[in-house]
């Protein structure tokens, strides 16, 4: 199973929004609902944002929003701050009942 | 509230064999399902596989199957990854994660890490 593939880096000023893509096949996040986004901050585990393409998790704030089209999920941050700069995954449940993760995006808040 | 804590941090050789444990409080241990997932040095997740109390048979990904084992204490709430014949490119940070009866749904809570260090 191939990762999914995510761009290396992204950023943004403060305030701005952005957009992190993530594509994969139909045997992945195309289908089925079940993509995940995860923040990791340096050194630190990571935290579940996004669920099931467009749930978020309990006290997480309403800036983050997924959403999907064909095989490519996405991860929009609204009003960025400085404290979204971090990696994000996405991950995906595959037709061979396993997961698998993105290679990961860099955000720097410029 | 949910709570994943592993062990520390491990300094291996070659050749030998490490257990990484995951001790989970705060809801049912039965009712949930463990993942685990490497990150190699600078590198991105890596999502190893799963196991669930309900069936007792692990799910490997390609890449993490013969020298790695999962494998569940229900009696003290515990996960644990053993990992044999360490070569150095087994040197990571090694996360167990929460999941639900089914691979289907997310990973959360998250452990806070093991760093395994393979070196002669």
């Known amino acids: 199973q191939s990762a999914l593939t995510q761009p290396a880096s992204v950023s943004g000023s403060p305030g701005q929004s952005i957009t992190i893509s993530c594509t994969g096949t139909?045997?992945?996040?195309?289908?089925?609902?079940?993509v995940s986004w995860y923040q990791q901050h340096p050194g630190k585990a990571p935290k579940l944002m996004i669920y099931?393409?467009?749930n978020r998790p309990p006290g997480v704030s309403n800036r983050f929003s997924g959403s999907k089209s064909g095989n490519t999920a996405s991860l929009t941050i609204s009003g960025l701050q400085a404290d979204d700069e971090a990696d994000y995954y996405c991950?995906?449940?595959?037709?061979?009942?396993?997961?698998?993760f993105g290679g990961g995006t860099k955000l720097t808040v410029l | 509230q949910v709570q994943l804590v592993q062990s520390g941090s491990e300094l291996k050789k070659p050749g030998a064999s490490v257990k990484v444990s995951c001790k989970a409080s705060?809801?049912?241990?039965?009712?949930?399902?463990m993942h685990w997932v490497r990150q190699a040095p600078g590198q991105g997740l890596e999502w190893m596989g799963w196991?669930?109390?309900?069936?007792?048979?692990?799910t490997y990904a390609q890449g993490f199957t013969g020298r790695f084992v999962f494998s569940l204490d229900t009696s003290v709430t515990t996960a644990y990854l053993q990992i044999s014949s360490l070569k150095a490119e087994d040197t990571a940070v090694y996360y167990c994660?929460?999941?639900?009866?089914?691979?289907?749904?997310?990973?959360?809570?998250w452990g806070q890490g093991t760093l395994v260090t393979v070196s002669s």
């Open positions: 139909s045997s992945d996040i195309g289908g089925y609902n079940y």
């Open positions: 994660a929460r999941g639900h009866l089914t691979p289907k749904a997310r990973l959360d809570p």
């Open positions: 196991i669930s109390p309900n069936t007792d048979n692990p």
């Open positions: 991950n995906s449940y595959t037709s061979i009942n396993t997961r698998v």
């Open positions: 099931d393409v467009t």
């Open positions: 705060g809801y049912t241990f039965t009712t949930y399902a």
